[in-house]
């Protein structure tokens, strides 16, 4: 087989370029490992970017999310039974967050591209790369116990943290940075009304609470927790008991419970491997970095890496400049870089870290009562939250 892109990975990011490249006239196949009903399966993000929406309606995927998607013009962060609303249209100048869950905006590619019949192999296995520091690479993968081989342009790494393409840039020329943090983050969906129109982050003695939601009538709700703990480990009562306790009298008395129709762990950790570029490999979303969940940054980044990738290749491909190509990895890096910054502030101001000793404590709530009181801090945060410009 032949084409130009071979994209590695099914998720957001891979699907979200192979919509975008194939709009303008450039053909990819996309390599997905799991089933379709497997990807669409996972919970994940909620918050979207007005710059990530605007991507998704110029891949033609956008009318139901238009349709369904909730806008924000604010969120709430709770501490000592205060609470903060951080005005996100009155300090940016108008601009807002669109509730609308990842896993419709997956459904949402998926259907564009089947519109498009493009091409996608679901349930490969052993993806291999070759040649990337040629002119013609190739990618071989089984699919029904058959090899198969692709010969391309370029290889788009979109295969997320567990994903195989990072590993193609040699460890020579690869940097990787990480920091782990001592806890995770146990969510739960269920079908219960939300806490409030917003949502609310929530510190306390006990540790960090996120009231978040997907509709009038679906929460999502996250509890740190230590890191080595399980889905199994938290019964619906002990998740429901330990929110109300870490959320201000005046929220949990409108806490509705109900059974959980997931739930899941998810470990905090801040990884950013640099370059995302290697000779015709091109990486993107969580293939290239992680950010803790705490500033709704993850896939919101994925869609700014796609953004330059997708501008890059069609420009290329359209005029036979490789600017974009060449300048992609530093471009995307500098967006990157700073939602990483932004996401670790928002985890250390508001999470309880094991072994935190009592400045550390008082650190985090001088942080916070200095933000009820700056407009200036409320600033900082409401524009890194809507999302800095591409
Ligand atoms: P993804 O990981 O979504 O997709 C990669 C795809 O590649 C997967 O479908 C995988 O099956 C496939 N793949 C892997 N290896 C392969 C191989 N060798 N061959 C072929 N295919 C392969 N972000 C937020 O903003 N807010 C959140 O609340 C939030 N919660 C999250 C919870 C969890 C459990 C996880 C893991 C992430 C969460 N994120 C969150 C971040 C998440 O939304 C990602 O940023 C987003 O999924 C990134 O999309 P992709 O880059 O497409 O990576
Ligand atoms: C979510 O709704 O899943 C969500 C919202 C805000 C975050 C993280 C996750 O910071």
Not at 112 to 123: I, Q, T, Y
Request: charged residues 25%.
């Amino acid at each position: 087989m032949k084409t130009q892109v071979v994209i590695i990975g099914g998720g957001p990011s891979g699907l979200l370029l192979s919509q975008l490249l194939h709009l303008a006239g450039v053909d990819s196949i996309v390599l997905e490992r799991k089933s379709r009903a497997y990807v669409l399966s996972r919970i994940r993000a909620g918050v979207l970017e007005q710059g990530t929406c605007d991507l998704v309606r110029s891949a033609k995927a956008g009318a139901r999310m238009d349709r369904d998607g909730k806008v924000h013009s604010g969120f709430a962060m709770a501490y000592n039974d205060q609470i903060v609303r951080i005005d996100l249209e009155g300090l940016t100048g108008g601009k807002t967050v669109l509730i609308y869950g990842q896993t419709e905006l997956t459904q949402d590619l998926y259907e564009a591209r089947d519109k498009l019949n493009g091409m996608m192999f679901h349930e490969v296995d052993d993806v291999e790369i070759n040649r990337l520091t040629g002119d013609s690479p190739f990618v071989t993968f089984l699919h029904n116990g058959e090899m198969h081989r692709i010969d391309c342009d370029y290889v788009a790494g979109c295969d997320g943290f567990h994903g195989i393409s990072r590993q193609a840039v040699p460890a020579n020329v690869r940097t990787e940075y990480e920091k782990v943090y001592p806890f995770s983050w146990i969510g739960v969906l269920s079908k219960t009304r939300p806490v409030d129109e917003e949502i609310i982050y929530s510190r306390s003695s006990r540790g960090f609470a996120l009231c978040s939601m997907r509709s009038e009538t679906l929460s999502r709700h996250y509890l740190q927790c230590p890191a080595t703990d399980t889905p199994e480990e938290w019964s619906d009562d002990r998740f429901w008991n330990e929110l109300t306790r870490r959320l201000p009298r005046s929220v949990s008395e409108q806490l509705e419970t109900g059974p959980s129709l997931q739930k899941s762990v998810t470990p905090l950790r801040a990884f950013i491997s640099e370059p995302m570029q290697y000779g015709r490999l091109f990486l993107a979303g969580d293939a290239a970095h992680i950010v803790p969940p705490t500033g709704a940054k993850g896939l919101n980044l994925a869609a700014s890496d796609i953004y330059y990738l997708s501008n890059a290749l069609i420009e290329f491909y359209k005029s036979g400049s490789n600017t974009g190509l060449e300048t992609y990895s530093q471009k995307a890096l500098a967006r990157v870089w700073n939602a990483s910054r932004f996401s670790g502030f928002m985890t250390r101001m508001l999470h309880n870290f094991v072994g935190g000793d009592s400045f550390d404590v008082r650190w985090e709530d001088s942080l916070l009562e200095y933000l009820s009181r700056s407009k200036a801090q409320q600033t900082v945060i409401a524009e890194n939250y809507v999302g800095m410009p591409y």
